[in-house]
């Protein structure tokens, strides 16, 4: 024990006298080094390593591993200043590295240019208590990966807490970074050109190893790449990842107009409609396509106004939107821009000026059939004949492309509802069997409720039962379907169905009042009317107004 005390004081002593003989370079490169600490949403530790500075505006490369799963994460650097990692520039899981952006300037190492062969000797810059410790080690053997890039198995092995720290050559030039084995006692280390050339792409959005670190990925700086990742962000990134990559689309690129529409979608969702409206008016003032723009502003009010409606904007209205729509059309006449005026015609209730118009489009080379659904639309709210209305649709089903066939969905469903509505029941289920068909059966408990209640109509009581099973296999838990159910029942003498229909509403929504309404009905007839009543006594008292009448009728 004295003698490995002895030796220990000993290699203290040495220390600074092996400092001093490294080269200045090899120590210079600490400057370059940080240390890394990543955490989980909940703002938990998750993992910590190191990593290097590579450019002047925050760019580092560092081990991707601490990021699986990160939520956020910052650096330290060789002077303790610490700074947030605001994107993720590249990665790559099988070589496990990374490339990510700070927010800060930072001072870079040198990337070394050659690759060392076996034999020449290295460092591997630790990082310690603030400060960059070199150590001397030596290339053992060099592998060749990714075609040129080298990747260093070295003669002695490192500490773990080296991790993603640099490999420096004798220049205090980087080589590669740290990579203690898994498999074995030897030190790897994984070129840092390599790292350094990682890059996202317009696909990135969807690369899993990028989906698995919760910061965002940043823009390509490819125009083109990062259009097609503004278009395909929102349907892989979540609200705040999305809203970061498109203030960074704005600040890339300032005098495209993709980046401010975005924004202005974004804007009206959080009905900051004033907002919308600015980076709209920056679109239409940037854009090439003056047309394309004001049709663009044009179709963003409309959307608002369909779906919020009831959120008034002063500056938006139907009317706004057809003002846009024409001065798109009389920049570019196109049937398109025409398209969308006759719709906000007929949202403001001129139904013979949008007949006209949509009557008009079907004569050119815009004709589609929606143009004669909503001619339909048009003609009804004029109160045109049923076989007018039901003509136009017909119309429609018959210009669906057939090779799409199942996009004539909404015509056969808009033909059932007005059969439905002039009392052609047996006309209208025919209808809606072929939606279900068309949509390959993926219809909502709702469907199946409506149509139940249409075939009850038509007499179809055998499909009604079949409809309002469906519609609970669907909805298990809406004690509207099992009141109906049960009402339904009794109505063709299943009594005891009935009751075990009302009596599994009831359970379900004890304060239910149509739930004991019908429980109580199906117990009288099962000749269990003093329970019955009771039933329709607390149907009574939960508001059911048809209750009195019931209890009248029975007692």
């Known amino acids: 024990m004295k003698v490995r005390k002895i030796c220990a004081m000993i290699a203290m002593a040495l220390m600074p006298l092996l400092a001093t003989a490294q080269p200045a370079a090899v120590k210079n490169a600490g400057k370059a080094v940080f240390t890394l600490t ?32 990160a939520a956020s994460a910052v650096v330290i650097d060789n002077s303790g200043k610490k700074m ?32 060392e062969q076996a034999g020449a000797k290295v460092w591997v810059v630790g990082y310690a208590k603030g400060s960059a410790v070199p150590e001397e080690n030596s290339v053992k053997s060099v592998e060749t990966f990714n075609t040129s890039y080298p990747y260093y198995i070295l003669s002695q092995t490192a500490p773990e807490a080296n991790a993603s720290c640099p ?42 190893v990028l989906r698995r670190i919760g910061i965002t990925a940043a823009l390509p700086q490819d125009y ?88 008034p904007y002063a500056q938006w209205s139907y009317g706004k939107v057809a003002e846009e729509a ?26 013979q000026e949008a007949y006209d118009g949509f ?40 210009n669906t492309d057939t090779l799409r066939f199942n996009e004539a969905a909404p015509y056969f469903m808009a033909r059932g509802d007005i059969e439905r509505e002039a009392g052609r029941y047996r006309d209208a289920v025919f209808d809606y069997a072929r939606v279900e068909l068309l949509m390959q059966g993926r219809m909502s408990a709702d469907f199946y409720y409506m149509r139940e209640q249409v075939e009850i109509k038509a007499k179809l009581f055998q499909q009604a039962v079949s409809d309002i099973n469906h519609a ?31 009596r599994q509403c009831v359970g379900i929504a004890p304060e239910y009042a149509d739930g004991h309404l019908v429980l109580g009905m199906a117990l009288v007839q099962t000749d269990q009317k003093a329970e019955g009543l009771q039933h329709l006594q607390r149907a009574r008292e939960l508001g059911s107004t048809q209750a009195e009448e019931l209890i009248a009728k029975y007692q």
């Open 38 to 69: 990543t955490f989980k949403a909940d703002g938990s530790l998750l993992a910590s390593s190191h990593g290097v500075f590579v450019g002047k505006n925050g760019e580092a490369i560092s081990q991707l591993k601490p990021f699986e799963g």
């Open 326 to 351: 024409q001065k798109a059309y009389d920049i570019d006449p196109q049937p398109l821009y025409q398209h969308l005026l006759y719709q906000a015609l007929y949202a403001q209730d001129k139904y």
């Open 167 to 208: 490999l420096v050559n004798s220049a205090g030039e980087v080589l590669a970074l740290v990579q203690p084995s898994l498999a074995s006692s030897e030190t790897h280390a994984t070129s840092a050109q390599f790292a350094n050339s990682l890059t996202v792409s317009g696909l990135s959005q969807n690369d899993p």
């Open 472 to 502: 609970i296999a669907l909805d298990s838990q809406e004690p509207l379907y099992y009141a109906e159910k049960a009402s339904l029942l009794l109505r063709v003498n299943k009594k005891e169905d009935a009751l075990d229909a009302a």
């Open 359 to 398: 009557m008009s489009l079907t004569k050119t080379n815009f004709r589609n059939p929606e143009l004669f659904y909503e001619a339909a639309l048009c003609r009804k709210q004029m109160g045109a004949e049923t076989d007018e209305v039901l003509a136009l649709i017909d119309s429609a089903v018959v």
């Open 84 to 115: 947030n990692v605001v994107r993720i520039l590249g990665a790559n899981d099988i070589y496990d590295v990374v490339k990510f952006r700070v927010d800060g300037k930072t001072t870079p190492a040198s990337l070394a240019s050659r690759q």
């Open 224 to 311: 083109q790449q990062a259009q097609i990742a503004l278009v395909m962000a929102p349907q892989v990134l979540d609200e705040k990842k999305y809203d970061e990559l498109v203030e960074d689309f704005i600040e890339q690129f300032p005098n495209y107009t993709d980046g401010y529409q975005a924004r202005a979608e974004r804007e009206v969702e959080k009905r900051m409609f004033a907002e919308a409206d600015r980076d709209m008016q920056t679109v239409i003032s940037k854009a090439k396509n003056k047309a394309d723009a004001h049709f663009s502003y044009a179709r963003l009010i409309y959307s608002k106004e369909l779906r919020m409606h009831d959120v």
